[in-house]
């Protein structure tokens, strides 16, 4: 069975650090693109990147290129998210998914973590 | 980067009415267009991928049709289940971004 994953919850003030996680269970972890989504409060969803974790080539969307910085460790089958320094407009849900696709190039996401949510505030 | 647009939204329907929500695309994106259902305070579920394919466990009450730049999501019976948010994403070109969502609500 397909699993992800991800860490718990995290209450940060603004200016830390911080890395979230995202484990994949049941398929073979290297061979799946996996893909982060941000869902601020009472808002939709917004596609934030993907890691393709055989080779780590990493692909972000342009509104968060070098807001956040997308990693995995295939030792653990584990994705990362992670910010350098947090601002209270980074407070949403955040969500993996795996990424899949049929006939070659029609991707979609099929299996999603539960959501890690990230509260910024001083 | 390639914008989406739903609508209606919100829509408000009754059990057993055929629903119909439609997502257009700012540029033809071939049959690259999938949707999901999002419930409060859970992760989204596909439901359709490639515009008309049906995800495996999804009930067949769901189908998808279009291609180019127009696709409709149609529940043909809607269940109380059913009343949930519904988002189309366009995987033809990075950023492989989501419409704004259709909330669908009881009438």
């Known amino acids: 069975e397909v699993q992800m994953v991800q860490s718990g919850a995290e209450v940060k003030k603004p200016g830390v650090s911080l890395k979230i996680s995202c484990q994949g269970s049941?398929?073979?972890?290297?061979?799946?693109?996996i893909g982060w989504v941000r869902q601020k409060p009472g808002k939709g969803l917004e596609w934030m990147g993907i890691?393709?974790?055989?080779?780590?080539?990493?692909r972000y969307s342009p509104s968060f290129q070098g807001q956040v910085t997308i990693s995995v460790d295939t030792s653990t089958s584990t994705a990362y998210l992670q910010w350098g320094s947090l601002k209270a407009s980074d407070t949403a849900m955040y969500y993996c998914?795996?990424?899949?696709?049929?006939?070659?190039?029609?991707?979609?996401?099929?299996?999603w973590g539960q959501g890690t949510l990230v509260t910024v505030s001083s | 980067d390639i914008q989406l647009t739903q609508s209606p939204s919100p829509l408000s329907a009754s059990v057993g009415d055929r629903v119909t929500i439609t997502c257009r695309a700012s540029?033809?994106?071939?049959?690259?267009l999938n949707w999901y259902q999002q419930k409060p305070g859970k992760a989204p579920n596909l439901l359709i991928y490639?515009?008309?394919n049906l995800q495996s466990g999804v009930p067949s009450r769901f189908s998808g049709s279009g291609y180019g730049s127009d696709f409709t999501l149609t529940i043909s019976s809607l269940q109380p289940e059913d009343f949930a948010i519904y988002y189309c994403?366009?995987?033809?070109?990075?950023?492989?971004?989501f419409g704004p969502g259709t909330k669908v609500d009881i009438k």
């Open positions: 490639a515009a008309s």
């Open positions: 998914a795996r990424r899949e696709a049929k006939w070659g190039s029609l991707y979609y996401f099929d299996f």
């Open positions: 890691i393709y974790p055989g080779d780590s080539e990493t």
């Open positions: 540029q033809s994106i071939s049959n690259y």
């Open positions: 994403q366009q995987t033809y070109s990075i950023p492989q971004d």
């Open positions: 049941g398929y073979r972890f290297a061979s799946s693109w």
